[in-house]
């Protein structure tokens, strides 16, 4: 049917060009166009209206103002054919014409053109340019959003940015979701701005600068470049502001008495724009189902509960869109093949595609959109098979098996390969690894690591690759150990260790940081979370789970619209 629909309007617009049965002539800029009426009729209510009075009128001429020469023949293309070239050149004019005459589908598809082409330069354009567009209020939330969550790229990049109003720029400052790393970058941004015009803007510095976040701030940052800034200092009306919120925070670290909601309000974690979740698993002797979502900024843990969810142990975990997969695992009473996702916005579970073969232990990777479940037990034998699901097709397909069998080991991607470490075959705990290749569709064995780590943490953080904890076989050997691959030289190097032994945990990389969560460290099961940083080569303790549990699966979502829910924030 699709297809004999396109060959029709086909055959419709060579009538046109040809001049053919045509009734009607539209005039824009001294430029006449033949149209047939009931092809202009059936892509917008405007030319049905237009036409109504002329429909039995050969040849009327109707002459539609407010249109170029040169954008009125894409619309007329667009009646036709349903598609039209649109590029960065005639987006605009384009969207503000479709806008006029009622044509919706082309209006969809330029704000669908602009939502592909945000960026740091043009998001605050492109959200300014749709504020007084209703049929693009989707657009203008989601450039909205963009700049929250990109907000430093855009202060460094944008000249945009420096032509905001005070209400604009105010309103920016005061979201929850504005995406910084440290609370200064928003005093900075205020200066940035201020100091663009600074004869008309100094005024407004005290309607900004309560909408920074104080309590968030280092002490030794305000001692530096508040009171020191002759911006602030000099303008008096900022010195209330100043000294309000100086005395608010002293007495605040004095434990003298403060007014409760001035301290919120300046003390309030920002939302993140990422977050931690950790899925399932053992607690004590049961298999829970149970969700929680960790805010790195804030350092606490909220409950998701899904009481309706089926529990699993020794599962994977995916994010991929607003869904996250829960792959394979073990239920106490059977290996898993079926593959279940969570919907992080309806907060809803659906039933997808199994997977070939049941897979307890699985290690999982995501690469090129595409799901990976590599090796694990299916109850009888450690598995060296791999297979790969396409969300799009909700299909799995077999892959080229790994040169090892392995069960409790862990992937990762990186640089357009997946790796996978340690793990155990039945008989052997593995100290070897493997890096797979989907342009060669091949597996290779790379350098071994310095221990044998089954339930091992792998991930991809800054480059490398990270080998953490584990269980070398050794009677009660539970490892602490970190060791970290490079691809280019093909060699693996010690880093400092955790805190704590711990196997069959959940590991990720969270805002620059990489986490341990949970775990078996040889005597229990465990709730805390230990937090690595790169630059100080240092783990630190990070906030507890409200539950113990082991072979837990973790993963991470980022820019989610309804990220409050899961930010534990009060």
Known sequence: MENIRATAFDVFDEARLLGEHTDMIIKSNDREFQVHKIIMCGCSTYFRALFSNNWNSPQHVCEIPGISQDIMPLIIQYAYTRSVLITQE??????VAADLILVSGLVDACCQFLESHLCPENCIGICKFTEDFYSCSKLHCKAKHYILQHFEE????????????????????????????????????????????????????????PKVRWGLIQSEFLSNNITCNALVMKNEACLPVIINTLTTLFNHNMDEPTDPELTHQRSRPRLPSSILLAIGGWSDDNLINE???????????????????RPRAYHGTAVLNEFVYCIGGFDRVEYLNSMRKFNLITQTWHEVAPMHERRCFVSVAVLGGLIYAIGGFDGHQRLKTVECYDPNTN???MMPPMNEHR?????????GRIYICGGFTGVEYLDSAERFNPETNQWTLIAPMSSRRSGVGVIAYADLVYAVGGFDGTRSHYLRSTEVYNPLTNNWQDVASMHNPRSNFGIEVVNGRLLAVGGFNGLSTTCDVECYNKTTDEWSVAGEMDNFRCALSCCVASGLPNMAQYAALH
């Not at 005639?90 to 969207?95: A, G, I, M």
């Not at 969700?291 to 969810?309: F, G, H, P, S």
């Not at 069960?407 to 640089?415: E, G, V, Y």
Request: charged share 25%; proline share 1%; glycine share 0%.
């Open 291 to 309: 969700i929680e979502a960790y805010n790195l900024k804030a350092d606490c843990w909220v409950r998701v509960t899904q009481e309706d969810e």
């Open 407 to 415: 069960s409790n080991a862990s992937a990762t991607s990186l640089q």
């Open 90 to 95: 005639n987006v605009v004019e384009l969207l």
């Open 395 to 397: 299909q799995w397909t």
């Open 154 to 209: 855009v202060l460094h990049v944008s000249e945009e940015f420096l032509e905001l109003s005070v209400e604009q720029l105010e309103e920016i400052i005061d979201e929850d979701e504005l995406n910084v790393k440290q609370e200064e970058v928003v005093f900075e941004a205020v200066l940035h701005w201020t100091n663009h015009e600074p004869s008309n803007r100094t005024q407004h510095i005290a309607v900004l600068l």
